[in-house]
């Protein structure tokens, strides 16, 4: 174990980069599943004819497929096609789509376990169903929500390191080209990156604590 | 104000109202007991379609219940309804929950609905809770809100759906004079309750319903000392033995 050599200014810059990497492509998919997975959920819930049924079959279609094949589509399939993204894009656009299908699913579930006597309160008093969606249903199942939403962000941050399979320059990638080098730098650099991904997590399962005090 | 024509209703092949014939006139204060499962809470709901009817017909204030083009928040204005486990919104305080629907349905600006608000909270005696959450309420407390949440619409009807079997025992009272006030002002209401006190002291006419059918209706002083069905008898019996 080189713990001296592995850890070199240079080597550590390049693990950075990694990370830094890591860091846009999860934050980026976050914003952008949730946003999706958010409407999609709703859509879900509110059983509109003909719009809900394929939501429905998507997101199941979605789900049922691994994170990986999705990558290699959007990387390797749809350039075939004529769509061409970059390495970047294309990672965020895999990570987006399913985990937009996982979200749509907890916000549909976390909508879905709200009383149904909440509803009836909120209809009797003369408000709409989108009215009630918006003031009774949606901030009540947001609560219930925030705990599956978080490892899912949790997941999807871990999931990046999947991207690595087509070259994408994330923490994982890096790792294995600063392991590359000797191997001696194995452990010390395997050690490296699990605290990275460890601390990453953890503060982001300590926001979401707070958010769960604060919203219940 | 209400009007019940041979009315039925079938969930799949459980026939859960069977030919419901009843009037209500404004101001009239009726209180629908039975045993549970009688269909007195479905007949209840109906007024207001948190469920529909299979067939016949259903008036409120002149306007069809269950037609296409009723608009039903429209109607859902002039009705008030307060449930048995109360309903109150969690998330908001309780000043909060009664003046949603006044902002939102009726329009009114939020300075004037929080001022009918506090007027409905005094009136049922909690003006003190307004900026306390519902969890921070008794169950009395909490139904008394919800009554103050639906009278805040200004409703011409307000229905009761069993308001007082969650409650403590020690807390039945403080929500029962409430409605007992309401109906001494003229409100019209249709209370479906197991208090048979309340209904001998307030109700204006008493329906008795079993297995989806109304079985016997008369004013209180008749229907407690000589009912005529021999059904009501026997429910008489079990509940006022006790």
């Known amino acids: ?216 | 104000m209400i009007d019940f024509h041979q009315v039925e209703k079938h969930y799949g092949h459980f026939h859960v109202l069977k030919s419901i014939d009843l009037h209500v006139e404004e101001g009239e204060v009726v209180v629908v007991v039975g045993p549970s499962g009688s269909g007195k809470s479905t007949m209840l709901r109906c007024i207001n379609r948190l469920e529909t009817i299979t067939s016949g017909g259903l008036t409120v204030d002149g306007i069809t219940v269950n037609e296409r083009k009723t608009d039903i928040n429209k109607l859902r204005k002039e009705i008030g309804m307060v449930f048995q486990h109360f309903n109150l919104y969690p998330h908001k305080k309780v000043i909060d929950n009664i003046t949603l629907a006044p902002v939102k349905v009726l329009g009114l600006p939020k300075a004037e609905a929080e001022k009918t608000a506090m007027y409905y909270l005094e009136k049922v005696g909690i003006a003190d809770k307004a900026q306390s959450y519902p969890n921070q309420l008794s169950g009395g407390q909490q139904q008394r809100v919800a009554i103050a949440r639906g009278l805040a619409m200004k409703p011409k009807i307000m229905l009761f759906d069993e308001p007082t079997s969650a409650l403590d025992p020690e807390m039945v009272g403080e929500v029962l004079d409430v409605m007992r006030n309401l109906a001494r002002e003229g409100m019209t209401m249709v209370v479906v309750t197991h208090e048979m006190g309340f209904a001998k002291e307030v109700a204006d006419r008493v329906i008795f319903m079993d297995q989806g059918q109304i079985v016997e209706e008369a004013a209180p002083a008749e229907f407690f000392a000589s009912p005529k069905e021999e059904r009501t008898r026997t429910f008489l019996s079990r509940v006022l033995s006790h």
């Open chain 1, 1 to 216: 174990m080189d713990f001296a050599g592995a850890f070199s200014p240079a080597n550590l810059v390049f693990l950075m980069d990694g990370l830094y990497i890591t860091l846009i492509v999860a934050f980026v998919s976050i914003i952008l599943s949730f946003i999706i997975g958010v409407v999609v959920g709703v859509i879900r819930y509110a059983e509109v004819p003909v719009l809900s049924p394929v939501m429905f079959f998507l997101v199941e279609l979605i789900r049922n497929l691994p994170l990986l094949l999705i990558i290699f589509f959007v990387r390797f399939a749809l350039p075939e096609i004529g769509i061409k993204l970059g390495l970047i894009t294309a990672a965020i656009a895999a990570l987006t789509v399913f985990e937009a299908a996982m979200i749509a699913e907890i916000v549909r579930g976390g909508l879905a376990a709200v009383d149904k006597g909440q509803i009836e309160a909120a209809r009797s008093s003369g408000l709409s169903s989108f009215q009630t969606l918006w003031h009774i249903v949606l901030p009540q199942g947001l609560r219930h929500m925030v705990p599956p939403l978080v490892s899912q962000f949790i997941s999807l941050l871990k999931d990046t390191s999947l991207a690595t399979i087509v070259a994408l320059p994330e923490l994982m990638h890096n790792a294995k080209i600063v392991m590359g080098q000797k191997e001696s730098y194995t452990i010390p650099i395997l050690l490296m990156v699990a605290l990275m991904y460890f601390v990453v997590n953890y503060l982001l399962s300590l926001v979401s604590r707070r958010l769960e005090h604060k919203t219940v």
